[in-house]
């Protein structure tokens, strides 16, 4: 190998590379790094992507026409696809191109003299290229669009590492491996490209159309809203039940029934309880049980560990580790593995010591590797872990979000190798007047991993430690007393729980022997999360550690419009699989994308054949004039409001006026009060008695235009 040209993904990492492979830098030049090399022995140059520096071209540069959005343009489905560079980084695309394309040593009596920098006086002479940018199916992509784009025919290596450390560098570059190897990886990430782009170019321009608006629409972020929006609607829809319980105490000892609907029986078997006076232990079972210890940390795990323990968000923590690998403390950041491989076994030990003292971890950490190690369970890249790199004084030296993750991802290395959690589980059956009541407690006999976990984080949850009692004891009742609690609805998705849902979308319809189900992928889910709020489909609510995620009337409007198809996780989990087949060379890139194809054409005839197209936010049926400044009132997916935006009219479907007393604001409802109407509704609810009751209800409205409920109470004689 000589005149060798590296192409990485940033600059950080181009310098890494040079350092590792003792590149000395004669003289700065812009965009690229060149210099003799230690380890190879002849000079090299370094370049860098930025990222994407070229991407599918719009739809007019196809045909001027597509500048304008119509439905009769649909679909679009390009026989041959265009690329372009990016605007904003095209000068660096140049350089690289340049690099890329300048000509080699042996070529120089045939072929004039490439020259690259401002003053024309450099030769860069390469006859060989080396694609260094991440090692996943994004970064090939990187690399591939680059070197066609500059119409590059020269032969390249694939460098494939985990981690950016000096010696997993140097031991890459020997290992080189040929581009040919990763031909699959490369076609599945093209058609993961393509595909996206036809759904969201056809869907967007689609809907938009169809309902005047601009509704984006995507592969992956559609589902994904669609899930938010069912959670919020079923948060909504949940009616509170009321149930009671019996709890008896005896010196210590807290014993619950089972749950009563009535709360008169369970009332009455309070007083049972009080009238005997004592209860009887009639079983005690107490198990000896263990909790083994965590797996290792792939991206999306660690994402919404740093969610509900440190309040990240899910980019947040994605651009926290990818820097900490390109300053070499951590392994690869975009793995989907928890497991680590078995040639890293005789390194743990050192590693779990050098992780220990750079937490300043006061005892003994066990090294159990079997428990981490599973060839089978690693494809790309091992689970996410600390190098030996990491020290206190590194950690110390780092910003505080960069610090935090590498804390944690250290801790849970320490944590997954250790000894599991070993404890008694007892569980107490009492009776007493007739009936069953039970307690259950937990007590740590030797904490194993959960000892540095609680060191580092420590367990809000409590022992429950069950008092000494002993089969047949009869026991003296010191209380009996009832109760009274409710269920509760699903809860809001933090971006922990939703990054779950994604991971795990649409997996019970999936064969159990898929390896890739869900939204996405773990480097493509925090940026699906992004893009929804960026769009305003989406709004992060709450404190930084109780944020919550909330679709908006936008997202929720959009939803309601979307075909079950584009909705469904099911079809984009397919989607995925069949990419991952595509990288094990098990199925065809052309067979893949005529399926996509065929999906928008079906789409698209469907919706263009549909006549009646629902209302969408602000285009639904009109129910009457507003009462405070006589514009239209429109039905909405959560109101029945006002069309003038200046306005703040609105009655809300999930109104608890109404529900205080038993009842729903209907459209027919609605369209009377909003007239002003008052309107008699019989066999209303009292919450409190559980009485019912006829009213007179109707809506008033204050001097800024805010409804409120009044009612009024026909009595006997005629009086109100």
């Avoid at 321009?205 to 629409?217: E, F, K, M």
């Avoid at 005892?363 to 020290?391: F, M």
């Avoid at 608890?656 to 009377?672: E, H, M, P, W, Y």
Wanted: glycine share 6%.
């Amino acid at each position: 190998m000589a005149n060798l040209l590296i192409v990485t993904e940033k600059p950080s990492v181009a310098k890494s590379i040079a350092s590792a492979l003792g590149v000395k830098e004669n003289e700065k030049h812009e965009g690229y790094i060149e210099g003799f090399s230690d380890y190879f022995g002849f000079t090299v140059w370094v370049t860098w992507c930025l990222g994407h520096l070229v991407q599918m071209s719009y739809p007019e540069e196809y045909d001027p026409k597509y500048a304008k959005w119509r439905l009769e343009d649909l679909p679009l489905l390009p026989e041959e696809y265009k690329y372009e560079a990016i605007p904003e980084t095209k000068k660096q695309f140049q350089i690289v191109a340049k690099l890329m394309n300048s000509v080699g040593e042996s070529e120089q009596d045939k072929k004039e003299k490439s020259t690259l920098s401002r003053d024309n006086k450099f030769l860069v002479p390469v006859d060989r290229l080396c694609c260094a940018t991440d090692a996943g199916r994004e970064g090939e992509l990187i690399f591939r669009l680059v070197y066609l784009q500059a119409h590059c025919k020269k032969p390249f290596d694939r460098l494939w590492i985990s981690s950016m450390e000096d010696s997993a560098i140097q031991e890459g570059f020997a290992s080189l491996r040929p581009s040919k190897d990763y031909d699959a990886l490369y076609e599945a990430a093209l058609c993961r490209e393509r595909a996206d782009w036809i759904v969201g170019m056809n869907a967007t321009r689609l809907y938009s159309c169809l309902y005047g608006s601009t509704l984006n629409v995507g592969r992956v972020m559609t589902p994904t809203l669609a899930m938010l929006v069912d959670r919020e609607q079923s948060i909504r829809d949940f009616v509170p039940e009321t149930f009671y319980t019996v709890q008896l105490q005896s010196d210590g000892l807290k014993a619950s029934g089972r749950k009563y609907k009535d709360k008169t029986e369970a009332e009455e078997l309070a007083e049972c309880c009080r009238n005997e006076g004592q209860m009887s232990v009639t079983k005690v079972v107490t198990k000896d049980k263990s909790e083994k210890p965590p797996l290792l940390y792939d991206l999306t795990s660690l994402q919404r560990d740093a969610n509900k323990i440190l309040g990240y968000s899910a980019q947040q923590t994605l651009d926290y580790l990818q820097s900490l690998y390109e300053k070499k403390l951590v392994t690869y950041p975009r793995t989907d593995s928890r497991y680590l491989t078995e040639d890293m076994a005789a390194g743990l030990p050192q590693l779990a010591k050098t992780a220990a003292g750079a937490l300043e971890y006061p005892n003994p950490v066990p090294v159990n590797a079997k428990q981490v190690i599973n060839n089978a369970k690693v494809s790309d890249h091992h689970a996410v872990i600390p190098t030996k790199e990491v020290s206190t004084a590194k950690i110390r030296e780092l910003p505080k979000g960069e610090a935090e993750i590498l804390k944690l991802v250290t801790v849970r290395l320490l944590c997954a190798i250790g000894l599991p959690c070993r404890f008694t589980e007892t569980a107490v059956t009492i009776t007493c007047a007739g009936e069953t009541f039970s307690i259950r407690g937990k007590q740590i006999l030797d904490p194993g991993w959960k000892a540095v976990m609680n060191h580092y984080y420590p367990a809000k949850e409590k022992e429950e430690v069950v008092p000494n009692v002993q089969e047949g004891q009869v026991l003296a009742i010191s209380n009996a007393e009832v109760k009274e609690g409710k269920t509760k609805p699903a809860q809001h998705f933090t971006e922990g729980s939703l990054l779950r849902a994604m991971e795990t979308a649409g997996a019970e319809d999936i064969p159990e022997e898929a390896e890739r189900k869900g939204l996405g992928t773990p480097a493509t889910r925090a940026g699906t999360i992004e893009k929804l709020i960026q769009k305003g489909f989406v709004i992060r609510s709450g404190d930084k550690k109780t944020k919550i995620l909330l679709p908006t009337e936008k997202g929720t409007s959009l939803i309601a419009v979307m075909p079950e198809k584009l909705k469904s996780p099911m079809m984009t989990a397919e989607w995925e699989q069949k990419l991952l087949d595509m990288e094990h060379h098990s199925y065809d890139s052309g067979r893949f994308m005529g399926e996509i194809s065929a999906f928008v054409q079906d789409l698209i005839d469907k919706q263009k054949a549909e006549q009646n197209i629902p209302g969408l936010a602000s285009g639904g049926e009109k129910l009457g004039i507003c009462p405070v400044c006589g514009a239209e009132i429109i039905e909405r997916k959560q109101s029945y409001s006002c069309t003038n935006r200046d306005c703040r009219f609105a009655l809300w479907k999930d109104n608890r006026f109404l529900q205080s007393i038993g009842k729903n604001l209907t459209r027919d409802l609605a369209v009377k009060l909003i007239s002003g109407e008052k309107v008699k509704l019989k066999k209303c609810v009292s919450r409190k008695s559980g009485k019912t009751f006829d009213a007179v209800i109707s809506v008033t409205v204050d001097p800024e235009g805010k409804a409120s409920f009044s009612m009024e109470l026909p009595q006997k004689g005629g009086r109100k």
